[in-house]
Every structure is written in C-alpha cells, then in structure tokens.
C-alpha cells in the first residue's frame, strides 16, 4: 500500500517462490508454464487467514481523501477476503473491486482520470 519495491530475497515465500537473476527467472518461468517447474509446489491453504491486517499502519497520512478511500477499499477487499475461505474469496475480490472501481472515488481519482484518458484518446 506504500509502493515500496521489496527485494527479491526478502519476497521469498511471502510473495513470490523463486527468485534469480533475469535470465534464471525467465528460464523458470518458463519451465512453470509449461508444466515443467522445478519449483516446490506450496499446499494451497484453503481456510480463511488467521491475523490477517485490518488496517494500514506505516504509511504517511493518505495526501487526499480521494486516497483515502483507496487505502480503504484495499483494506476492506484484504480483511473481508482473508475471512472466508479460499472458494468464496477470490468473487469476493471481485466484487469489492468491482464496487471500488465504480464508486465515486475511483471515478473522480487516479484511476478514473487514466481511465477518461484512454477512452478519450
């Protein structure tokens, strides 16, 4: 939520389940998508997430309300989808995001401003 860059050692497990040099990483990548990754599978962890955060904590104040609301819908679609289950969360990202991007401050921020830009080119 602070757009901070996380380094590839400090992401392992956490966000991603290798990391390498470009050509080593493109190499695996490879291999994964075609069904021949020499990377450990993971359990999928269906129950909902225990301690999961419920707030935004590090982060400078939000510099608008239109951010605000932002920080919010991203904390809302986190919490709500880490308290159901693994089949019941990935439609209710959806949903959350859905209603986000059609809210009045998606459309009047940086998203809906990019948006107009596109469509009115």
């Known amino acids: ?70 920080r919010a819908a991203i904390v809302t679609c986190v919490t709500e989808s880490c308290a159901v289950d693994a089949t019941k969360a990935l439609p209710l990202q959806a949903k959350l995001a859905a209603e986000f991007l059609a809210s009045k401050p998606c459309r009047e921020g940086r998203v809906g401003a990019e948006a107009a830009r596109v469509w009115n080119a």
Not at 41 to 70: C, I, W
């Open 1 to 70: 939520l602070g757009g901070e860059a996380v380094k590839a050692k400090d992401a392992l497990g956490w966000l991603v389940d290798a990391a390498a040099p470009l050509d080593d990483a493109l190499r695996t990548a490879w291999a994964l998508a075609n069904g021949k990754g020499s990377i450990a599978r993971r359990a999928l962890e269906t129950a909902p997430l225990k301690d999961a955060p419920n707030g935004v904590s590090g982060l400078a104040p939000a510099d608008s309300p239109l951010t605000a609301a932002g």
